[in-house]
């Protein structure tokens, strides 16, 4: 069974900085890509930042020079660190993993976590 536990949310004032986290428990899964996407109320969800196996990234021109991902591959964890905060980066954020099971001729399929909500206050 797989689970993105994520960790890091909350409030901080515009300009500060925060940071969240997200472990995968997937055993017997290989991923190849995790990341972060955020939906803020009323708008649809949307990518912040994805990092893939081959440690490329996909970063959202709207977060570009404030946000970086990073990870460590042995706890199957991606970090976002946010710095900059403005108020249009409240959003609830959504842990993303692509991820296939090994051995099954499958290809990848996409997994959430459960979100944690950053709200940038003025």
């Known amino acids: 069974q797989v689970q993105l536990l994520e960790s890091g949310g909350g409030l901080v004032q515009a300009g500060g900085s925060l940071r969240l986290s997200c472990a995968a428990s997937?055993?017997?899964?290989?991923?190849?890509?995790m990341g972060w996407y955020r939906q803020a109320p009323g708008q649809e969800r949307e990518l912040v930042t994805t990092i893939a196996r081959d440690g490329s990234t996909n970063v959202a021109d709207s977060v570009k020079g404030r946000f970086a991902i990073s990870r460590d591959i042995a706890k199957n964890t991606v970090y976002l660190q946010m710095n900059s905060l403005k108020n249009e980066d409240t959003a609830v954020y959504y842990c993303?993993?692509?991820?296939?099971?090994?051995?099954?001729?499958?290809?990848?399929?996409?997994?959430w976590g459960q979100g944690t909500q950053v709200t940038v206050s003025s």
């Open positions: 993303y993993a692509r991820m296939s099971l090994r051995g099954s001729g499958l290809g990848d399929f996409s997994y």
């Open positions: 997937a055993s017997g899964f290989s991923i190849s890509a």
